[in-house]
């Protein structure tokens, strides 16, 4: 069953969170990641959320998601991105198929 890493995170340092965007792909590429929302408009259809920087990744399974949210590789990455912004991250379990 698939597994989805939401993001909403508020940048304040962008020349440090472009580096962090430059190397974090090959670590989700390893654990059979990919993004399906990266950045992009957004519209509060209901509710009082403040969104900033949206990302949803996917991964094959919430295994492989918290393998890499743990992994040495991306470990870095987290000092980086917490270094250079602030947010919210959820790990979600997808729906089973059809």
Do not use: C
Not at 11 to 22: G, M, S
Not at 30 to 58: D, M, S
């Amino acid at each position: 069953m698939p597994a989805y890493l939401y993001a909403n995170v508020q940048v304040h340092d962008t020349e440090k969170y472009d580096e962090y965007r430059r190397q974090v792909k090959p670590t989700i590429d390893a654990f059979g990641g990919r993004f399906l929302v990266r950045a992009g408009a957004v519209e509060v259809l209901e509710g009082t959320a403040v969104p900033h920087r949206q990302v949803i990744l996917e991964f094959p399974d919430m295994a492989a998601l918290k393998a890499w949210y743990q992994s040495p590789a991306y470990g870095p990455l987290i000092a980086l991105r917490q270094s250079a912004s602030t947010g919210t991250l959820l790990a979600i379990e997808g729906a089973p198929p059809a």
